[in-house]
Every structure is written in structure tokens, then in C-alpha cells.
């Protein structure tokens, strides 16, 4: 059964720091693309930030020099280091595996919870 547990969201000020964690169970993340999405409330899902087999990492405009994608193999997880917040990142955070190299939400499957990002001004 593959599985998927992000956690790491909080409650932060604007500027600061946080890293969400997406910790995988069935599938291996590197043979895998993943990929980080976030939604807000009234909003549609987003692409933020995806990691492909081979290593290489895309991101969002939005986030672009503020982010990093990155991932473990002997923890099978994946990360998303998140600096210099600013209120508009508020948003519930999702990580999901593609069998293929996109942006789009629809070509991933096997979604996790979400975890809760609170960025206060």
C-alpha cells in the first residue's frame, strides 16, 4: 500500500523559516517524480516544487530562490525547506508521487494529508 505522511507545518512569522517532511511507505521516492502542492482556502491546488528521479528540481516563480526540494533514499522522504515566508505561502502543503516530469496536479497520484502552513504578518 503506498502511502504518503507530511508533517512539519506550523504556525510562523513573515521571514522565517520552516521544512515540511513527506515521508513515503510502498513506493520508493527515487524512482519516482515528487512533487510539493499547496492549496489555499477558496484557491485551486498549486504546483510549488518537484524532485524527478534523476535529481533535478523545479519550482514555482512564486517560491523560486526561497524553497528547496530535496530528498533522503535511506529515509525514503522527501523535503521542502521553506525560507523568507511571506503570508501569501499560507496554505495546506501536499506531496504526491507522477510517473512522469510535470507541474500539473493531475498527473500525480497517491496524495498525503496536507500539513497546516500559518504565515503571520
Known amino acids: 500500500q503506498v502511502q504518503l505522511v507530511e508533517s512539519g507545518g506550523g504556525l510562523v512569522q513573515a521571514g522565517g523559516s520552516l521544512t515540511l517532511s513527506c515521508a513515503a511507505s510502498?513506493?520508493?521516492?527515487?524512482?519516482?517524480?515528487m512533487g510539493w502542492f499547496r492549496q489555499a482556502p477558496g484557491k485551486e491546488r498549486e504546483f510549488v516544487a518537484r524532485?524527478?528521479?534523476?535529481?533535478?528540481?523545479f519550482y514555482a516563480d512564486s517560491v523560486k530562490g526561497r524553497f528547496t526540494i530535496a530528498r533522503d533514499g535511506a529515509k525514503n522522504t522527501v523535503y521542502l525547506q521553506m525560507n523568507s515566508l511571506k503570508p501569501e505561502d499560507t496554505a495546506v502543503y501536499y506531496c504526491?508521487?507522477?510517473?512522469?516530469?510535470?507541474?500539473?496536479?493531475?498527473?500525480?497520484?497517491?496524495w498525503g494529508q496536507g500539513t497546516q502552513v500559518t504565515v503571520s504578518s
Open positions: 504526491a508521487f507522477s510517473h512522469v516530469i510535470t507541474v500539473v496536479p493531475a498527473l500525480y497520484d497517491h
Open positions: 510502498g513506493r520508493t521516492v527515487g524512482s519516482y517524480t
Open positions: 524532485i524527478w528521479s534523476g535529481g533535478s528540481t
